[in-house]
C-alpha cells in the first residue's frame, strides 16, 4: 500500500452542525501524526476544478462552536461522470494528497465509494448530516443539534398552539427517514409524529386526531416529515381540515433553520471523536469505511453497509408518544 503523506479533507451534500468540529478534528489529529493536510472547498466540486488550500492548525482554531462549515459545501454533479471524477483524481494527485477524509451524508459516502473503487485511494467518511440516516452508526454529526433546534422551535409554536386553541403541523426535515420526527415528538411533547417508515393511513390520522384534540385537549400539535410518503405537513392539514373544518389547522415548515446553529455538546464530541478516528483508521490502513459510533465505541462500517436506506427506526417510539400524549 502507497504511503500516506498528505490527507485532504472535505465537506460534501448538506451542511450540519458540527461539521467545523469534525474539520477541526481530522485536521489536528492529521498534523499531530505527522501527515500534511489539504483542505478542500465546496465538497467533490473542490477536487474537480481544484480549490485545493494547504491547511495548519491555526486554519481550524477557533471553529469548534460555529455551524456550517468553513470548507463550504456544494452538490456537485461533475463527480457523478467518469470524467469529473477523473479530473478530481488528477488535481488531487498533483496537490499531493494521498488519501481523503470525506464529511457528509449518503450520497457524499456514495461519491466516495464509487472514487476510492475507480482509483484506489484510501478514503475515510465521517456521517455528516442532520438526518441520521446512516447504517452503523447510532448517530450522525448534525442530528443532535437538528433535534435540539426543533424541540426549541416546537416549544414557542406550542406558546400560541395553546393560547389560540389550535391544532398545528409542523413539518420537519427527513425525505426518507423519520428520525428527526419520531425523537423530535418525543423530545417537545407533541402529540403525534408522522414518519415515511410507516405510511399513516388518513383513518389512523382521524383517530389521532379524535385521540388528542377532541378528547382531552384543546390544542395540538403533529410532528411531520417532509416527505411524499406522508404527504408532508401541507398535505396532511388540507385532509383534516377538509374533514374537519370547524378545527383551527395552521402549517409550519421549519425548513433551513433545522440546518444551522452552533452544535450542541455531543454533536462537537462526537465529530471530535470521530474525526480523530478517521486519522487512526488511515494508519492502520483502513480504506472505505464510514466511522460510526455504535453503544459509544468508535466502530467502521463498510461505505456499501453505511449507505444503505433502511436504517431501522424503532417503532416502539411511536407508541411512546402516543401513550404520553392522552
Ligand atoms: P444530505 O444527506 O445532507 O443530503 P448528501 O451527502 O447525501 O447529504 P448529496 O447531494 O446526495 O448529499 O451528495 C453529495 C454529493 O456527492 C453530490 O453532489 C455528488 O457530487 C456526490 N455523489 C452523490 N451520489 C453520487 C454517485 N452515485 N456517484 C458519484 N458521486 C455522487
Redesign the pocket.
Known amino acids: 500500500m502507497a504511503k500516506i503523506n498528505c490527507i485532504g479533507v472535505l465537506t460534501?451534500?448538506?451542511d450540519?452542525p458540527g461539521m467545523n468540529a469534525a474539520i477541526r478534528a481530522v485536521t489536528r489529529a492529521a498534523i499531530f501524526n505527522g501527515f500534511q493536510v489539504k483542505g478542500i472547498m465546496r465538497?467533490?466540486?473542490g477536487l474537480v476544478y481544484n480549490e485545493i488550500v494547504p491547511f495548519q492548525t491555526q486554519n481550524v482554531s477557533n471553529i469548534i462552536q460555529q455551524g456550517g462549515t468553513i470548507l463550504k459545501t456544494?452538490?456537485?454533479?461533475e463527480?457523478?461522470t467518469p470524467e469529473g471524477?477523473k479530473q478530481a483524481y488528477d488535481n488531487m494527485r498533483a496537490a499531493g494528497i494521498d488519501a481523503l477524509v470525506v464529511i457528509?451524508?449518503?450520497?457524499?459516502?456514495?461519491?466516495a465509494r464509487?472514487?476510492a473503487e475507480e482509483f484506489d485511494v484510501p478514503v475515510v467518511g465521517l456521517p455528516g448530516?442532520?438526518?441520521n440516516?446512516l447504517y452503523g452508526t447510532d448517530t450522525t454529526i448534525g442530528y443532535d443539534t437538528a433535534l435540539n433546534t426543533i424541540m426549541d422551535a416546537v416549544d414557542k409554536i406550542r406558546d400560541t398552539a395553546s393560547s389560540h386553541e389550535r391544532l398545528f403541523f409542523i413539518e420537519v426535515m427527513g425525505r426518507s427517514n423519520g428520525f428527526l420526527a419520531l425523537n423530535g415528538a418525543l423530545a417537545s411533547g407533541a402529540e403525534a409524529a408522522i414518519i415515511p417508515e410507516m405510511v399513516t393511513t388518513m383513518e389512523q390520522l382521524d383517530e389521532l386526531i379524535d385521540h388528542g384534540f377532541r378528547k382531552s385537549k384543546n390544542s395540538s400539535i403533529v410532528l411531520v416529515a417532509e416527505s411524499e410518503l406522508t404527504g408532508g405537513a401541507m398535505g396532511v392539514a388540507q385532509h383534516v381540515k377538509e374533514k374537519n373544518p370547524h378545527y383551527d389547522t395552521r402549517v409550519t415548515i421549519l425548513g433551513h433553520l433545522q440546518r444551522g446553529g452552533s452544535p450542541t455538546a455531543a454533536d462537537r464530541i462526537y465529530a471530535s471523536r470521530m474525526g480523530r478516528a478517521s486519522i487512526d483508521a488511515l494508519m492502520e490502513g483502513q480504506r472505505n469505511v464510514m466511522i460510526g459510533i455504535k453503544n459509544d465505541q468508535i466502530v467502521y462500517v463498510p461505505f456499501t453497509k453505511a449507505i444503505r436506506d433502511d436504517k431501522p427506526i424503532n417503532p416502539a417510539l411511536l407508541d411512546t408518544i402516543k401513550i404520553l400524549s392522552i
Open positions: 460534501s451534500g448538506g450540519a465538497g467533490y466540486r456544494a452538490r456537485c454533479k463527480f457523478a471524477r457528509g451524508g449518503d450520497g457524499t459516502l456514495t461519491g464509487v472514487f448530516t442532520i438526518d440516516d
